[in-house]
């Protein structure tokens, strides 16, 4: 009786070193993610078609392409069945950009020319960038420190595309 007791122990203990190992091998448990589930139901996210002037529309349009041409699920595109909308205007706020989630399959992103024009040494990249986090926040990814298209500290006037940290969340959540 006692010798089966040992081997109930050890079985036990070998799965518990089997599940530990997983664990370190995978790169640890999804808690290191950077989600705040407060994006779109699904990747496939659509939008009412936009149409701005040149300098704005080619930057736009460059968003929707860079999550695109990820390896992950996220693909942006026009619908005019859509309720999402993307604004350009001035606000008088601080930010650059703003998502707002109004439904599993509904979005608005607003664009603030005000602070943008103020700040941009590159406009294109600088429009780019913000329309491409707050993209960002659409699927779900949280701010964070990494080196990621969802750091507010990155220089928005050259990084442009999500990162590998983002488009790993993505595919992660998704």
Not at 17 to 25: C, E, Y
Not at 46 to 59: E, G, I, K, L
Not at 68 to 77: D, G, I, L, R, V
Not at 81 to 108: A, D, F, L, P
Request: aromatic content about 10%; hydrophobic content about 35%; glycine content about 6%.
């Amino acid at each position: 009786m006692h010798s089966r007791v040992l081997i109930r122990h050890a079985r036990r203990g070998f799965l518990a070193a089997v599940v530990v190992m997983l664990v370190v091998v995978t790169g640890g448990s999804p808690a290191a993610a950077h989600w705040n589930g407060t994006g779109q139901d699904i990747a496939r996210i659509h939008m009412y078609p936009y149409s701005y002037n040149s300098t704005w529309q080619a930057p736009m349009n460059k968003a929707l392409a860079n999550w695109n041409a990820t390896s992950s699920p996220a693909h942006f595109y026009k619908s005019t069945n859509s309720g999402s909308t993307i604004t350009v205007k001035s606000y008088s706020n601080t930010w650059y950009g703003t998502y707002q989630r109004c439904g599993g399959m509904c979005m608005y992103v607003k664009l603030n020319t005000r602070t943008i024009n103020r700040d941009a040494s590159n406009f294109s990249n600088f429009v780019t960038s913000t329309l491409v986090h707050e993209f960002g926040h659409a699927l779900n990814l949280a701010h964070n420190s990494t080196t990621s298209i969802m750091n507010t500290s990155r220089n928005r006037n050259s990084m442009t595309k999500p990162q590998s940290h983002d488009v790993a969340d993505v595919n992660a959540y998704y």
